[in-house]
């Protein structure tokens, strides 16, 4: 915030931090705990993205590559179903299931959920994702409450830039959504039992 501002905004009755002042030590915690978060995400999100191309019949084309559930066989073991690969509607290779006795999935749930999970469907996905940090990341903004003396306050905060728009007004300070807002904190729950995740990231 620039001295113009910050006259314009103390001439309408806003107290504000001055100029050049560093975020207090809660704030400074608090975004490094969000950025830690995100850096841990998107490194989380690269992983799958590896993996999904790594189990691509055609690593070339993974992001079109679409697995199904080809059909099921019997033998004195039992019934088991195949999955195959495909691009662009071709078939490609077999993944699951072969002439072995015993080869496939145990049961046609089982065939479905990894068909379901095709590299394609999780580059969209982490696709998706990334574009929700994006969203959702940290931005420094000045946000506006009432103070206990019924006037109003302003403070620059760092703030999720999605969920706090500009020129937002809040109750009091207490009520402020600082730092990294629950959607972050929501795309870490699936890797909970990843060794970097951390308790504070909880939703």
């Known amino acids: 915030m620039d001295e113009s501002q910050s006259a314009l905004l103390a001439a309408r009755g806003y107290r504000t931090r001055p100029a050049g002042?560093?975020?207090?030590?809660?704030?400074?915690?608090?975004?490094?705990?969000?950025?830690?978060?995100?850096?841990?995400?998107?490194?989380?999100?690269?992983?799958?993205?590896?993996?999904?191309?790594?189990?691509a019949a055609r690593p070339d084309a993974a992001s079109e590559e679409a697995w199904r559930v080809s059909g099921s066989h019997s033998d004195a073991g039992g019934t088991y179903w195949s999955v195959t690969a495909g691009v662009m509607g071709q078939e490609v290779v077999?993944?699951?299931?072969?002439?072995?006795?015993?080869?496939?999935?145990?049961?046609?749930?089982?065939?479905?959920?990894?068909?379901?999970?095709?590299p394609a469907r999780v580059l969209a996905e982490v696709d998706a994702k990334r574009r929700l940090l994006d969203l959702h990341a940290l931005v420094h903004r000045d946000v506006l409450w009432l103070d206990s003396e019924g006037g109003e306050a302003t403070e620059e905060i760092a703030v999720c830039g999605h969920c706090v728009?500009?020129?937002?007004?809040?109750?009091?300070?207490g009520a402020v959504p600082q730092g990294g807002c629950?959607?972050?904190?929501?795309?870490?729950t699936p890797y909970a039992d990843h060794p970097d995740y951390r308790n504070d990231w909880r939703p």
């Not at 809660?26 to 998107?42: P, T, Y």
């Not at 077999?94 to 095709?118: F, K, P």
């Open 94 to 118: 077999e993944l699951v299931g072969g002439g072995m006795s015993g080869g496939g999935a145990h049961t046609e749930g089982m065939a479905e959920h990894i068909a379901r999970h095709d």
């Open 21 to 55: 002042t560093a975020p207090d030590g809660a704030g400074a915690r608090k975004d490094a705990v969000v950025d830690d978060l995100i850096e841990f995400l998107r490194a989380r999100l690269d992983e799958d993205a590896e993996r999904a191309r790594a189990a």
């Open 165 to 173: 728009p500009r020129h937002s007004c809040f109750s009091d300070r």
């Open 182 to 188: 629950a959607t972050l904190r929501l795309l870490a």
